[in-house]
């Protein structure tokens, strides 16, 4: 069962319409990838979906019901979205920053502690609790965020119909916490959550992700394995870029190697 469901999604939040005609089903434990040229709408798909704004029309459902129809509280506890961009400009200490991924929450002080701990450890900044936000630098502020949201969502055993969306989650980041970062998602999926994620990097996000959803001018250009979408003819209708397309060695995901 697909645990979030569009069907002809049309968005025009502030008249010009920024989404026509998205339709995609994702299923539980699976990532969906978001790509496509500067302006396609990919941030705007992810806002549309974490209730930034709502749609003019189609349909957009979590677990066979209609997202517009969940209270906000109910939403929070079962979607988070890490932006492309977090402004926070108050000294506060990262602990206080991850906790308020809670908020949205009844389980207490010490479940909410016990659950701190937990993401501060899996994005590796425990170390860092007690530092002023303010203080940090990009890639770590990257880090505090996205252990931000992953509280917000968290469950020890099975995440199934949790959504998690990530919007360029690899920014600021070194080598090391990209690949930490995807072993993040990597193990979400074994629990059960679904992501969708906007990374640029098409040989990281095909390391990762199940489906690909290509638009462009906000509309869908093709959608599918990444094996299925990443053909040289995609590369450079779409981003004028001619590219060879060659397999992972180990992964056997398929890898884009610029001309």
């Known amino acids: 069962m697909s645990t979030l469901q569009l069907e002809k999604v049309n968005a025009s939040p502030w008249g010009t319409p920024l989404l026509s005609g998205i339709s995609v089903a994702v299923t539980a434990g699976?990532?969906?990838?978001?790509?496509?040229?500067?302006?396609?709408?990919?941030?705007?798909?992810?806002?549309?979906?974490?209730?930034?704004?709502?749609?003019?029309?189609?349909?957009?459902?979590i677990t066979n019901q209609e997202l517009?129809?969940?209270?906000?509280?109910?939403?929070?506890?079962?979607?988070?979205?890490?932006?492309?961009?977090?402004?926070?400009?108050?000294?506060?200490?990262?602990?206080?920053?991850?906790i308020l991924g809670r908020t949205p929450h009844d389980t207490g002080h010490t479940e909410d502690q016990r659950i701190l701990d937990a993401v501060l450890a899996s994005v590796d900044i425990?170390?860092?609790?007690?530092?002023?936000?303010?203080q940090l630098s990009g890639g770590e502020k990257q880090r505090v965020q996205l252990a931000r949201v992953l509280a917000q969502i968290w469950d020890d055993d099975s995440m199934e119909n949790k959504i998690l969306l990530l919007?360029?989650?690899?920014?600021?980041?070194?080598?090391?916490?990209?690949?930490?970062?995807?072993?993040?998602?990597?193990?979400?999926k074994q629990r059960l959550c679904t992501v969708l994620v906007v990374i640029h990097d098409f040989n990281l996000l095909a390391s990762i992700a199940d489906q690909v959803l290509v638009l462009d001018h906000g509309m869908q250009v093709t959608h599918g394995t990444p094996h299925e979408v990443y053909q040289p003819s995609l590369f450079a209708d779409l981003f004028d870029t001619r590219v060879l397309i060659n397999t992972h060695p180990t992964r056997g995901y398929p890898f884009v190697i610029p001309q």
């Open 30 to 61: 699976s990532a969906l990838g978001i790509v496509g040229p500067n302006g396609a709408g990919k941030t705007s798909l992810l806002r549309l979906i974490a209730g930034d704004f709502t749609a003019d029309s189609g349909s957009m459902r």
């Open 68 to 98: 517009a129809d969940l209270p906000p509280r109910l939403r929070a506890r079962q979607l988070a979205y890490l932006p492309q961009f977090s402004l926070l400009n108050f000294p506060y200490t990262v602990e206080e920053v991850v």
């Open 126 to 134: 425990s170390a860092l609790r007690d530092r002023l936000y303010t």
């Open 167 to 188: 919007d360029e989650p690899t920014t600021a980041l070194d080598l090391a916490h990209q690949q930490q970062l995807l072993d993040i998602v990597r193990d979400l």
